[in-house]
């Protein structure tokens, strides 16, 4: 397989905030894989929070690292050529990557650290395993650091814990409620009227619209107290939280910002016994693997809002924004011209 030359689609945005208006359709030229990478001929990129709070400035000045940027974190599609040293890999393997904080995801072609990709199964679609890398390892990563076990074959009445979902049908949520009720954990979800039928669906065995008055509280029907919490919302405050935690419950929160911050370092310095712990995590190769192996042996599923191709990025980065999307994004590149 011919490495490839010239220019390629691309979508970037040259200065921070813009939103979905800000994003640019251009030519660039093709990257060439430097040592230890490999260059992708992209079938997909999921549009995850990361992306859209980047743009917003969350990480100014530091990231992106240079202006015009290309997003798209969550990489699907083709190895085509391969850097210096680069060993486990040949052209015309299908691979699932994640390029953090790099991006490049939302054009025909980009690299990715070999050490960061996978293989993907000929069962996993593109557009299910791209949504793997930060989604879905996010939702695994959430659970075990609130000391959620997800072996099954360990699962028992004396481990089974309590688990709160909050946004339970977005992007991250409906990974979280899939994999606690895998592990034979108890599921409380909170999402939105309409998808009460659907976290049903994927596990929960307890749904709160989280505009009712119980919702807001996120008080369970029956009466638990959370041993867990992944918190995949926004806009509920510590005081919301303790009320219904059990005495040495853990919430984690997926999307910190800087109350949050504040208030779980309080809780270190005071030994609270009920805490608020920060994700900080950058997925793993092995965590890829294991979760791409669930979806393969049909034990997990992606739920996909909506699908939209490279040119229309726009609207998807539009859908994602507005914070209503029932699981993920995915932008479809498909295969690059002919040279």
Not at 80 to 95: I, M, R, T
Not at 176 to 192: D, I, K, P, Y
Not at 270 to 295: C, H, I, N, Q, W
Not at 317 to 335: N, Y
């Amino acid at each position: 397989m011919a490495a490839p030359s010239g220019t390629m689609r691309a979508v970037q945005y040259d200065r921070y905030g813009g939103g979905a208006q800000g994003l640019k359709h251009v030519e660039v030229p093709i990257p060439s894989p430097k040592k230890g990478e490999v260059l992708i001929r992209m079938e997909a990129t999921s549009i995850n929070v990361a992306d859209l709070r980047f743009q917003n400035g969350i990480a100014r000045p530091f990231l992106p690292r240079r202006f015009p940027f290309i997003s798209g974190f969550d990489l699907a599609g083709e190895v085509v050529e391969l850097g210096a040293g680069v060993s486990n890999f040949k052209p015309g393997d299908k691979v699932i990557a994640i390029n953090f904080p790099n991006g490049g995801g939302l054009a025909e072609y980009a690299v990715a650290s070999a050490s960061r990709t996978v293989a993907r199964p000929p069962e996993v679609s593109a557009v299910d395993g791209v949504c793997v890398p930060i989604a879905a390892v996010t939702a695994l990563l959430a659970l075990q650091r609130a000391g959620v076990n997800l072996d099954p074959a360990h699962a028992s009445t004396t481990t089974r814990k309590n688990v709160l979902v909050t946004a339970a049908s977005g992007a991250v949520g409906h990974f979280v409620v899939q994999l606690a009720r895998m592990g034979g954990h108890n599921v409380t979800a909170t999402c939105g009227a309409r998808n009460l039928g659907l976290v049903r669906s994927l596990g929960a065995d307890e749904a709160l619209d989280y505009k009712t008055p119980e919702g807001a509280k996120l008080r369970s029907p029956s009466g638990r107290e959370y041993d867990a919490v992944v918190h995949c919302a926004t806009g509920f405050p510590w005081s919301v939280f303790r009320p219904v935690l059990a005495a040495k419950g853990t919430v984690v929160d997926i999307t910190p910002g800087f109350v949050a911050g504040v208030t779980a370092i309080l809780q270190m310095l005071t030994f609270s016994k009920k805490r608020l712990v920060l994700l900080l995590a950058m997925p793993k190769k092995e965590d890829m693997e294991l979760l791409l192996g669930m979806l393969k042996q049909e034990r997990l599923k992606t739920v996909i809002d909506s699908r939209h191709p490279l040119g229309s990025a726009h609207e998807g980065w539009a859908k994602s924004m507005s914070g209503h999307a029932t699981g993920k994004v995915v932008i479809e590149i498909g295969a690059a011209r002919p040279e």
